[in-house]
């Protein structure tokens, strides 16, 4: 078989490789490496090469540019981490990368039709788009941005959940935006203000947002993530059994430009709980456990977040005592506590009004401010959670077909 020349030659540039070397083990490139090896070359492997790549990359993507400068965009190596870190790096690197980006480009810009005069099929194959980026202006711009864009597995994602020590990202976060939620203005903007703090470095809380369940003390922090994730805003959520594991999760964040809150949903404490501990170090800036780029917001249903049981009055057991103040303790340690408290009566019904009018749901005024009343009784209480749920209720009410009439 005669030798593609241009194949070749990428295919031995692509040997060069030192900075993003990584990146020729990521699956789609793989079989897209095979293909470019066209001197000797089976033709059923030929096109079982090509079928594989494109359906390795159709799962990404179906532009083939976009798809390997994102790998690009994410890939973590030591000259991203080091332009992070402040550093000055070497003209020879400096050279390096832009030669290698040069490499990647001309990958990345492969006509379906340059592949595809190398399979012996004379079927139809399946094609992908390219597009015209330019790699190394594209690149250094988000290097001069990197505490936005970030790199490595944090540039694409907004919130990441902990499995095996490992952050793994939420590929499904809730949408939620700060525009979606109603009411509690004065406490959201004080939460907003603060994470705005971290954003532009200068010096932000610990922020323990408690008070009465279904107030939207969580949505409040989902919807500031995504509000602020092209600022450079990411979300670690934790488990209170996972405190443990917060000096080391800090340790891998500490030198990472982005800026983090390290989330624990619904935290409370019994007398018998040691997992206070570590949150209590951190919360005190313990230089194991704080980053000047993290920090942690909880959210609580009790103020206090110490959960008493009986047992836990009963007796004068004086360690037991000590252990409950010191749990009680931790509350205080937060920098900025923010109350979410259900609302009376007339906010309640001014609360399902409004959600009402955002939804477009069309009904009479009295009607529904009695019908909101009802269901407050029947669930229990009044919320924001509470008026999001009559008025979905209701919308699907309305959204049902009226049942046909037998004569």
Sequence with gaps: MIKNKKLQEIDLSLNSLVVFRKLMTQEVILPLRGLLDTETMDPVIQLRLYTEFISRLYSQSTNLTDYIFRLICEDEN????????????DPLLESCVENELAILQRLARLHP???????????????WKISDINFYEAYMERVQNISKYGYGKFARHAMFV???????????????RMSDLIGYQQERDAVRENTLALLNGRPAQNVLL???AGTGKSATVKALVNEYFSEGLRLIQ????????????TEQIYDNPLRFIFFIDDLSFSADDNSFG????ALEGSVAARAKNAVIYATS?????????????????LHRHDTLQE??????????????????????????SAIAAQRGLETDDEALAAEAERFAQGIGGRSPRAAKQLVERLIAAQSEPCPEVTV
């Design 162 to 176: 902990v499995r095996e020590g490992i952050c793994r990202p939420v590929l499904h976060p809730d949408p939620i």
């Design 278 to 281: 570590t949150l209590k170090a």
């Design 327 to 352: 749990i009680g303790s931790v509350a205080a340690r937060f920098g900025l506590r923010v109350y979410f408290s259900e609302p009376d009566l007339p906010d309640y019904l001014a609360l399902v």
């Design 301 to 317: 249903n009790r103020r206090q977040i110490v959960r008493e049981r009986s047992s836990d009055r009963a007796g004068d057991d």
């Design 210 to 212: 408690c008070g009465d």
């Design 113 to 127: 039709q340059e592949l595809q005069r190398e399979v012996s099929y004379y079927g139809v194959l399946p094609e």
């Design 78 to 89: 030591f000259y991203i981490t080091a332009k992070a870190r402040g550093e000055v790096v």
């Design 238 to 249: 934790l488990t209170k059994e996972q405190l443990r594991l917060l000096p080391e999760l």
